[in-house]
C-alpha cells in the first residue's frame, strides 16, 4: 500500500511543481492530489478495521485498493510502475446475506 501511495505522489507532485498554479494541469493534478488523498484515508481506515476483526470490510478494502490502483494505470510502463507489487483484488465468490423471497412468500397488503 505504502509503495503505492508514495508512488502516486512522487508523480503528482512533479506534476504540480512543473505547471503555475491556475493552469489546467495544475488544477487536474491537484484534483488527482485530492482523489489519491481521500482514497488513501479510505483505505487505511479499511485496513484498520478488518484488522480489529471487522470481516465485513474485506470487500470494501478490496474496492478502495481498487480505486487508489485505477488512479496509477496511465503510468503503466513507466520504468518505476510495477504492477506486481499492486496487484488487483480477486473474488473467488460473492457470500450472499440474503436471498429473494419467492412470489409466495412476499406479504400480502390488505386494504383497512
Do not use: Q
Not at 471487522?54 to 490502483?69: A, I, S
Amino acid at each position: 500500500m505504502d509503495a503505492l501511495h508514495t508512488f502516486l505522489l512522487r508523480r503528482i507532485g512533479h506534476l504540480l511543481a512543473v505547471h503555475p498554479p491556475r493552469t489546467e494541469e495544475h488544477r487536474a493534478a491537484d484534483a488527482l492530489h485530492r482523489a489519491v488523498k481521500i482514497t488513501w484515508g479510505e483505505l487505511e481506515d479499511c485496513y484498520d478495521f478488518l484488522h480489529r476483526g471487522e470481516e465485513d470490510m474485506e470487500v470494501e478494502l478490496g474496492e478502495t485498493w481498487d480505486r487508489l490502483r485505477l488512479f496509477s494505470r496511465s503510468w503503466n510502463g513507466t520504468p518505476d510502475y510495477d504492477e506486481s507489487l499492486w496487484p488487483p483484488i480477486r473474488y473467488a465468490h460473492l457470500l450472499f446475506t440474503a436471498t429473494p423471497m419467492d412470489h409466495e412468500e412476499r406479504p400480502r397488503h390488505t386494504s383497512p
